[in-house]
């Protein structure tokens, strides 16, 4: 099919090539800055209770040894995981003041938007030793998916709620201080083959997905376990 | 029948542009601003080595989004069907392994994806959709001519179409 035979030809391909290549373009433009957006970024600030050898995770219990080593992986935005922060997070929670095990919390962001400002909130909150209970205050109120309720001036106000009073607090939350860090914390997730949240593991074993999720007794009974 | 054919062609290629197209289009566009589930979805088939899933799972929806365009334009209508038509094909094995190795999972091909509970996994359904789909791509890149297109039908092809069909 020479195209070049076709008296119109010349006007034809130039519409048409102009099409292609701002398809193209397009595509490049949403493609290139997501790609590098998904590189790890190891000059990320990071909160102080995190490292890189945890899979950037907030660890508590980072010096026991000989105790089980819980990982959660969590969105804070996703039903499932608010569902099993009400089954196991006050058990969890008194796992780590009794020092009875090591635990880390992956805050992912697969749901994107909402969740991002909120793991960010949460590494902020890390800072000023009060992880744990914007953990629980944002699961026990989880608003639906994106629907605009958690903003920069939310979470100060719920700092403030929290007992935080710091200036650095709200600069963290207003500047999203930690944006690189909760990047690094969804690619982490994914190298790990991390493919539904809540995902736990103890020490480095996923807990069974038919029934330690949904029962405080079956969940107890894989830590004494461990 | 063929002078039928002759006559309906055109249109039955562009329905077939505009629902190939128009899937792609969908598909790429529902994932395009979740990267996490989108790689989360390529992962979960267990059929790549995690980081290249992770790759395949950022460029696919910018892809499918710019095979829809194309499609839906009608711009080198051949090659786009053929493309799309492979990308199916690909999605068709992908989801076929994954129910012969007994995995519960959604397609993930408008979003979402991932482990599923085990009756809610659709293989047979996303299987028979993308089977039609390789189908109107095949139709397209026999008949590329189609309505409504920015590829205009060379004129040699126009005048000689009498007997080549």
Redesign the interface.
Known sequence: ???A?????GK?NF??NL??AV??G???I??VP??LS?QTDTSAAIPASVSAEDGYGIVFNKELTGVPFIEIYEDFQCPACARFESIAGEYIEELITTKKAKVAFHT?????GESQIAANAAACAADEGKFLQLHKTLMANQPSENSGAWTSSYFSTLGLGLGISSPEYDKCISTNKYKGWVNNV?EEG??R????TPTVLINGKEID?DTAYASLGDFMLAIEKA | MKNKHLVLQPWLGLIARLTLGGVLFAAGYLK??????S??AV??YEMLP??IA??LG??L???E??LG??LI?G??TRVAAALGGFTMFIFIIAIAQAWAKGLNIDCGCFGGG??VAAEDTRYLQEILRDLGLVFLAAYLVRYPFTKFS???K????SEAIGDVE
Do not use: H, Y
């Open positions: 099919m020479s195209k035979k076709n008296p119109a030809g034809d519409t048409r099409v292609i398809v193209v397009v595509a490049l949403m493609l997501t790609i998904k992912l962001s697969f749901l994107g969804a994914s190298q083959n991390i493919n539904s997905r | 395009i601003d979740k990267p996490d589930i790689q989360m992962r979960s995690i980081s992770n790759i950022l460029v929806p910018p892809v989004i710019a365009a194309l334009l711009v080198v991932g482990s920015i590829d205009k060379p004129r040699e092809i």
